[in-house]
T-cell receptor, first 116, second 112 residues
Framework: SAVISQKPSRDICQRGTSLTIQCQVD?????MFWYRQQPGQSLTLIAT?????????ESGFVIDKFPISRPNLTFSTLTVSNMSPEDSSIYLC?????????????FGEGSWLTVV | QQQVKQSPQSLIVQKGGISIINCAYE??????FPWYQQFPGKGPALLIA?????SEKKEGRFTISFNKSAKQFSLHIMDSQPGDSATYFC???????????FGGGTRLMVKP
């Protein structure tokens, strides 16, 4: 398995502010993914972050709103900019890792953001 | 466009019963179909996964049945236990380590 640490685990944010979420992995990984899970909903991919290149964003997500950094093979950040209540969600970092079941996607515990 | 449809949205099963969750996918390029289990306050954890070259995969009390021609797959939880109460997500991807497209999720409650 992979040990994925996310910070903050939970936060309450003011409307109009920005918050940066950190994702630290216990070993080097090539591919990292950021997902959003709105309350009671499924997971939606925001972007794929590979080291050494710009993040690839999915439809409906833009870099100005969700800037991502990937400075090395064990770390990434996701910033949620100019937050509104609609951004209240769980933001999940995930990585691809080889394991006994073959390549698998592992998730962190998530960062629970509430925008007031 | 939702590429993976999951049903039911919620499910209540008695302890010892069989829980069945169904998924249908649209993208025929998908070649990896995992199921994730998520407990409240936790991130999703891989439960079991299947590739389309087999019709069934069993791990303990969990079984995936796969119907490639119908583009459907299902999760069966045998002898369901209260500890199985969680939200279950099916997903599809092109390649096992690639980005996942998730179904809508099923909230399972197993009554003692």
């Amino acid at each position: 398995s992979a040990v994925i640490s996310q910070k903050p685990s939970r936060d309450i944010c003011q409307r109009g502010t920005s918050l940066t979420i950190q994702c630290q992995v216990d070993s080097q990984v090539t591919m990292m993914f950021w997902y959003r899970q709105q309350p009671g909903q499924s997971l939606t991919l925001i972007a794929t972050a590979n080291q050494g290149s710009e993040a690839t964003y999915e439809s409906g997500f833009v870099i100005d709103k969700f800037p991502i950094s990937r400075p090395n093979l064990t770390f990434s950040t996701l910033t949620v900019s100019n937050m509104s209540p609609e951004d209240s969600s769980i933001y999940l970092c995930s990585v691809e890792r080889a394991g006994p079941r073959g390549n698998t996607i592992y998730f962190g515990e998530g960062s629970w953001l509430t925008v007031v | 466009q939702q590429q993976v449809k999951q049903s039911p949205q919620s499910l209540i099963v008695q302890k010892g019963g069989i829980s069945i969750i169904n998924c249908a996918y649209e993208n025929t390029a998908f070649d990896y179909f995992p199921w994730y289990q998520q407990f409240p306050g936790k991130g999703p954890a891989l439960l079991i996964a299947i590739r389309p070259d087999v019709s069934e995969k069993k791990e303990g009390r969990f079984t995936i049945s796969f119907n490639k021609s119908a583009k459907q797959f299902s999760l069966h939880i045998m002898d369901s236990q209260p500890g199985d109460s969680a939200t279950y997500f099916c997903a599809g991807s092109i390649g096992a380590g690639n980005m996942l497209t998730f179904g809508g999720g099923t909230r399972l409650m197993v009554k003692p």
